[in-house]
């Protein structure tokens, strides 16, 4: 093979595993869990979608996407929880069931996207977060206390609200993201929200696009 050749064929299998098309600046990857139960209709994805946009189009980001809906995730009972319980004590940190912890733990940024449900969001976001917390992987314990793992420096929260919730004490969605990711060693979050959709006091559409500014101020300094 010419020199040229060669060269050229491993160049495009590195800028396809880490690096950007130009220029060679590492590309960071970036886990986007999505949990938009209504998928198309939903506006939180519609929110979402727009900052993913406004990420790829800097070409300075991997987009790997995490349907939650498309996945088969349990919540821990009975056999299910034991079987975490065993595999955790033999160490065997491999098991498949430990896949989301691994992909969680590795990404150097994650957004996570999802409607205002009963004052925090849907219990599937929940259950995924259940299937996250795995000690050894996402977190560390010890003598001095709990420690983050993940590799990601900053989280990003994408939701839509059918009435105005920003400060105040009912709202426990974003709240409780906030505290997750810093559980996790995620030093920053940040919650981008369009609130006050179904109030029916002011249009969706110029409520989305506030949310959507918003999200391109956010999407500038990820
Ligand atoms: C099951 C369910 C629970 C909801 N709970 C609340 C709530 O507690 N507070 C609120 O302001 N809106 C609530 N809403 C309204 C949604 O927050 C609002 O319609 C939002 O736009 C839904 O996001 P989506 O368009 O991404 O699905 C709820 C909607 C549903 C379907």
């Known amino acids: 093979m010419k020199k040229r050749g060669k060269y050229a064929i491993l160049e495009k299998i590195y800028r396809k595993k880490n690096f950007c098309a130009k220029g060679g600046r590492s590309m960071k990857k970036v886990l986007f869990v999505d949990c938009c139960i209504r998928r198309e209709a939903s506006r939180s994805k519609e929110l979402a979608e727009y900052f993913i946009q406004k990420l790829e189009e800097t070409g300075a980001y991997e987009i790997e996407r995490l349907c939650l809906m498309d996945e088969n995730l349990s919540y821990f009972s009975d056999g299910f929880f034991l079987q975490r319980e065993a595999l955790l004590a033999e160490g065997k940190f491999d098991h498949p069931r430990?896949?989301?912890?691994?992909?969680?733990?590795?990404?150097?940024?994650?957004?996570?996207?999802?409607p205002f449900w009963d004052l925090s969001f849907p219990a599937?976001?929940?259950?995924?977060?259940e299937n996250l917390c795995v000690d050894g992987i996402t977190f560390h314990?010890?003598?001095?206390?709990?420690?983050?793992?993940?590799?990601?420096?900053?989280?990003?929260?994408?939701?839509?609200?059918?009435?105005?919730?920003?400060?105040?004490?009912?709202?426990?969605?974003?709240?409780?993201?906030?505290?997750?990711?810093?559980f996790f060693g995620i030093a920053k979050f940040d919650c981008?929200?369009?609130e006050g959709l179904d109030i029916g006091a002011w249009p969706v559409v110029e409520l989305m696009e506030q949310a959507k500014e918003k999200a391109a101020e956010v999407a500038k300094a990820f």
């Open 141 to 182: 314990s010890d003598e001095t206390g709990l420690h983050g793992l993940c590799k990601a420096d900053h989280m990003v929260f994408l939701t839509a609200r059918g009435g105005i919730y920003t400060d105040s004490p009912m709202e426990q969605g974003a709240r409780y993201l906030e505290q997750m990711a810093a």
């Open 98 to 114: 430990f896949r989301y912890a691994h992909r969680f733990a590795a990404a150097d940024k994650i957004v996570i996207a999802a």
């Open 192 to 194: 981008v929200a369009a």
């Open 124 to 129: 599937l976001l929940k259950v995924y977060i």
